[in-house]
């Protein structure tokens, strides 16, 4: 019933962009906190952004001044931007919902030349 759906991923250059999305089906999106996590090879999973159902937001430290995470309740979808990728940013992506938590499949960010 539940499912978040991310794509946006890819391959990209230092020093580009890259957006990523997260449809959401089977909550209520519009109560829901959304974050965005990412686990490198061999890293333990983080925290990346998030977003409340009031619009409050907050960063990593590792990627404050570079990504914003936004949603639009219409389409039941939140996005993260990433600018300025760096190397150390090539990771797996996943979108989570809480009360409850649920996770997406995640999509794969690569950042190299």
């Known amino acids: 019933q539940v499912q978040l759906v991310e794509s946006g991923g890819g391959l990209v250059q230092p020093g580009g962009s890259l957006r990523l999305s997260c449809a959401a089906s089977?909550?209520?999106?519009?109560?829901?906190?959304m974050g965005w996590y990412r686990q490198a090879p061999g890293k333990q999973r983080e925290l990346v952004a998030a977003?409340?159902?009031?619009?409050?937001?907050n960063f990593a430290d590792s990627v404050k001044g570079r990504f914003t995470i936004s949603r639009d309740n219409a389409k039941k979808t939140v996005y993260l931007q990433m600018n300025s990728l760096k190397p150390e940013d090539t990771a797996v992506y996943y979108c989570?919902?809480?009360?409850?938590?649920?996770w997406g499949q995640g999509t794969q960010v690569t950042v190299s030349s």
């Open positions: 989570k919902t809480s009360s409850p938590g649920y």
């Open positions: 089977g909550i209520i999106f519009s109560i829901n906190t």
């Open positions: 977003i409340t159902s009031r619009g409050s937001t």
